[in-house]
């Protein structure tokens, strides 16, 4: 049964950082590309960042040269180095793996 749990998330300054985690149950971690999505409060969940199961990486263009995804496939973890944060990042941050599995989100504000 593949399980995935979000931590990390919390209440942080503008121009703070924040570093989440997603931890993940199952045999399907390293085979799998995993991201971090966020939904906003009144808008659409979106896409924040990926990583492919041999380390390519993709951002949004809003999150570019401020967060870093990275992964560490014996842990089966996923993670999200979130820097120089503004009040638009504020969101409930939900990790997906293999493009099936979603974990129940962490929220994030960020205090201007």
């Known amino acids: 049964q593949v399980q995935l749990v979000e931590s990390g998330g919390g209440l942080v300054q503008a121009g703070g950082s924040l570093r989440l985690s997603c931890a993940t149950s199952?045999?399907?971690?390293?085979?799998?590309?995993v991201g971090w999505y966020r939904r906003a409060p009144g808008k659409q969940r979106e896409l924040v960042a990926a990583i492919t199961n041999d380390g390519m990486t993709n951002y949004a263009d809003s999150v570019k040269g401020r967060f870093t995804i990275s992964r560490d496939n014996v842990k089966k973890a996923l993670y999200l180095q979130m820097s120089s944060l503004n009040p638009e990042a504020t969101a409930i941050y939900y990790c997906?793996?293999?493009?099936?599995?979603w974990g129940r989100g962490t929220q994030v504000t960020v205090s201007s």
């Open positions: 997906l793996l293999g493009g099936i599995y």
């Open positions: 199952g045999s399907i971690f390293s085979v799998n590309a």
